[in-house]
Each structure stands twice: as C-alpha cells, then as structure tokens.
C-alpha cells in the first residue's frame, strides 16, 4: 500500500498526487514510468513520474480522468492508499552530451516533459519548452516550465492564452530564426508527435518521442505495448518508452491506439456509476 500524501487538481480532467515511495524516488530518472493499480481488483495502469524527491521519498503523478481506472484513481484523496504502486519502469531519457535542447509538451504530456526540461536545465544545457494546450482552462505547470527553461512558448489551439497555434508553429519558427538543437524530445499526444518528427525530419533534427501504449505487466510479456520502429518490433515498457520519432510508425500506433475505444466508454460509464453509488 502505498500513501498519498498530496492531491491538487490542476484544471478540471487533470490531477497531480504526491505519493510516499521512497524506494522508486530513489532510483527514479526523468522517462521513466511507475505502474498503478488503485484497488485489489482494479486494473494496471502505467503513468510517467512527473516528478520525484529522493530526499522526501515521494513521487509525483499527474494524470488525466479520461476512463475507468483514472475515474477511480481520482476518487482517492490525501491520506488515502493506493494497492499497487510499482517502479520505476522503463529506460530512462538519454540526456548526456546535450548543449541546447527544444522540449515540446502537448496536453497531459508536459508533464511527462517537464521532469526532462528540469534536469537538462540542472545540467547546464540551453532548454526552449514549447508547450501546447487547446485552451487556456487547460494549462498546467507554467511556472515549473519557466523556472526549467531559457525560453518558454506557451499556446492554445483557440489563442485564448499565450500564442495562438501549434507547437509545430512555434517549433519551426524558432529553426527559421536560426536556432540549433542538438535534439529535439517532443511528448504529447501520438498525432502532435507524428507532426513534429515530420517537421524535424525535413530539418535533419534528431526527435525523441515517448510512447505510451497500451501496457499489462510492464515486463515485455504480454506483448500489449509493441511498437514498430524502423521496420522492427519493439516494446514500449522495456525497450522505450522513448524512441527515434523519425523511425516510429505513427499510423499503426494511432490505429492500435482506437481498438478499446468502445470499451474503454462502456468503463467509464460502469466505473462512474460505482462510484456516484458509493459518495
């Protein structure tokens, strides 16, 4: 059992939880991932470390309510106990050698990307953070991107806060401007991720991309999160999660992405009704 000791809602689908697990905070990096499972007969479910204090022994979520097992994850509060809480899983981002990065975030994923803008930060490297959102009601994290970057570019799909457009736009204008990346690690949804490596590619920039598919076990077993990269099979909780955008096959991620769609709606509705029975 593993405790919550802080839980803050950070716009209205997202929420960040601090939870006492010293052993991973201890051997955690940044790109790595923890697998959770909120009840005994709950689901596993694999979620990126945001965050991490080895001196406290905590280690920081931060998730979407998007289906079932969030749903129930969310109903937990500061004090309560998560069942499963296992990690850290997965190789951690490569960032030795790395003088002057771009970090692109999308959504959600900036979360995934801000523990990356932070170290290279802490490692002397010059870091821009371009960090995506549809709407204003959905930013997170400003502050901790500005504080982990030489440059930061906040945008919304609709312009109803910092710079209106996509992160592509922002990405390509600063290469147009005479930026150099030695790298560019670009985390979000699988689409916008797609559309950076396309962009990179045409300007020979190196593109790192976390992938997260669907996972079981976490071990490379079932099979459940492969991936194609350049032409050959690998697997996202063992061999990633992040991997070369430029050889990834997008559009059979995105296609594998849909298959539980159905059923992960007919989840959320059955986990929702659950729990409105239990309040």
């Known amino acids: 059992m593993f405790k919550i000791l802080n839980k803050q809602q950070l716009n209205p689908t997202v929420t960040k939880m601090d939870i006492e697990a010293p052993l991973i905070a201890n051997a955690a990096h940044p790109g790595q991932f923890i697998i959770f499972r909120t009840f005994k007969d709950s689901e596993r479910v694999p979620l990126t470390i945001a965050d991490y204090n080895k001196e406290k022994g905590t280690v920081t979520i931060i998730f979407q309510i998007v289906g ?17 809480f296992v990690g850290p899983l997965g190789k951690p981002t490569e960032l030795d050698g790395l003088k002057k990065v771009a970090v692109i975030g999308g959504g959600v994923g900036s979360a995934i990307a801000y ?10 490297a010059v870091v821009h953070n371009i960090i995506g959102f549809r709407t204003k009601d959905l930013v997170i994290l400003e502050d901790e991107f500005i504080s982990a970057g030489d440059k930061t570019v906040i945008l919304t799909d609709d312009g109803s806060y910092g710079t209106k457009g996509l992160v592509t736009n922002a990405l390509e204008k600063l290469i147009l401007n005479g930026e150099k990346y030695d790298e560019v690690i670009a985390i979000g949804p ?21 992938m997260n598919p669907i996972m079981i076990d976490g071990t490379g077993m079932c099979g459940g ?16 999660p992040d991997f070369d955008g430029h050889l990834v096959d997008f559009d059979e991620a995105l296609k594998r992405g849909g298959v539980f769609k159905e059923y992960e709606a007919k989840m959320r509705e059955k986990t929702c009704n659950l729990l409105g029975e239990n309040k």
């Open 68 to 84: 079932a097992s969030t749903m129930e994850l969310n109903s937990l509060n500061a004090g309560d106990y998560i069942e499963d």
């Open 115 to 124: 523990p990356i803008a932070k170290e290279l930060k802490n490692r002397g």
């Open 190 to 210: 699988l689409i916008m991720m797609k559309f950076v490596c396309l962009l990179t590619k045409k300007y020979n920039i190196k593109t790192v991309v976390s």
């Open 225 to 240: 999160c492969r991936l194609t990269v350049g032409g050959e099979t690998k697997f996202a909780c063992v061999d990633g």
